[in-house]
């Protein structure tokens, strides 16, 4: 039995009910627990009394909900996010040019395992668009600001030959072959998947589908 305890914590929360139940048994020859069935349909004039005081009932546990599965686990996914948190904070790991967004709240974006997280549920239902969005988040994209770090000697000014070096900022505020969309907001979640969804060649390939 310990060992089975041990490894599933829903039993050694049962055993615990049942020692109780037994001590309740043995106090007193009286003790006992009668169940009643009150089927809605037998029209039994204290069945909504009943119903009423069952759903109103609210017991306070005798042994601790955190030896049950589900409070384990919500404590160890409660864990692991706040130690993602940390790390995803720390600028050297998750990288000195990611792109910081904002909800509908104007609150940061954090990391969360809930939904496909804050990110992936507004643009996680197509590939093309999840592939550019990540490219433009991380900054690893086929623009000039990226060739300039990894491949210098390449093209890195901006096809509208207005900008020496094609930055991200410069395609998300300024550059004038993106204009499909406009909102200065970009830092919103919301502003940011509309400007990529009407600029289908921001931050794609060359050679992608326009």
């Avoid at 009668?34 to 069945?47: I, Q, V």
């Avoid at 948190?85 to 509908?104: P, R, T, Y």
């Avoid at 410069?170 to 406009?182: A, D, G």
């Avoid at 970009?186 to 326009?210: C, G, K, W, Y």
Wanted: with cysteine.
């Amino acid at each position: 039995m310990s060992s089975g305890c041990h490894n599933n914590p829903y039993q050694k929360h049962v055993v615990s009910i049942l020692k109780e139940l037994c001590s309740f048994f043995l106090h007193h020859p009286d003790n006992c627990i009668e169940f009643w069935e009150c089927p809605s349909r037998s029209k039994w004039h204290l069945h909504k009394a009943v119903d009423s005081e069952t759903k109103s009932f609210r017991p306070t546990p005798l042994y601790p909900s955190k030896l049950s599965w589900d409070f384990s686990r919500k404590l160890e996914c409660n864990d692991l996010t706040n130690r993602w948190e940390m790390i995803f904070q720390a600028s050297d790991l998750k990288g000195n040019h990611f792109l910081n967004l904002v909800d509908g709240d104007n609150k940061l974006l954090e990391p969360l395992y809930i939904k496909g997280g804050l990110w992936l549920q507004n643009f996680g239902h197509s590939n093309l668009l999840c592939t550019r969005a990540t490219r433009a988040i991380t900054n690893h994209a086929p623009i000039g600001e990226y060739r300039l770090r990894f491949f210098p000697s390449k093209e890195l000014s901006c096809p509208c030959g207005q900008y020496p070096i094609e930055s991200r900022r410069h395609i998300l505020h300024e550059c004038k072959r993106f204009n499909k969309y406009w909102n200065p907001h970009r830092d919103s979640i919301t502003h940011f998947v509309m400007f990529l969804e009407h600029n289908q060649s921001a931050f794609a390939f060359s050679n992608a589908t326009p």
